[in-house]
């Protein structure tokens, strides 16, 4: 999804104008959830691929949970959810669930 526009900023700090012309894309978010004892590998390759391994995509990952308090996984990583069920976007592209134990 692209939005294009035409922008003017006014800085009253330095007295300038910054001119813009273009175009804004939307990035799709993905969305991995991630419990207590979630299989840390198993979303590995697909979330390096979707973040284009240095290159730009179109696409963001973000994780899940039940809440927002942290997760461990099988492998040790501790990690802070972006989203709680509460909380997370109503538009998102793909949801991942991967194994573990729960």
């Known amino acids: 999804m692209g939005i294009s526009m035409n922008m003017t900023y006014r800085c009253r700090i330095f007295h300038c104008r910054i001119f813009w012309k273009g175009s804004v894309t939307m990035k799709k978010e993905v969305l991995v959830f991630i419990f207590d004892g979630y299989a840390d590998w198993e979303s590995a390759y697909i979330c390096s691929e979707l973040n284009g391994n240095g290159a730009e995509t179109d696409y963001v990952v973000k994780t899940l949970s039940l809440n927002k308090e942290p997760k461990l996984s099988m492998g040790g990583f501790r990690i802070l959810p972006?989203?709680?069920?509460?909380?997370?976007?109503?538009?998102?592209?793909?949801?991942?669930?991967?194994?573990?134990?729960?």
């Open 82 to 102: 972006d989203y709680s069920i509460s909380d997370y976007p109503e538009n998102f592209e793909l949801l991942l669930l991967i194994g573990g134990y729960a």
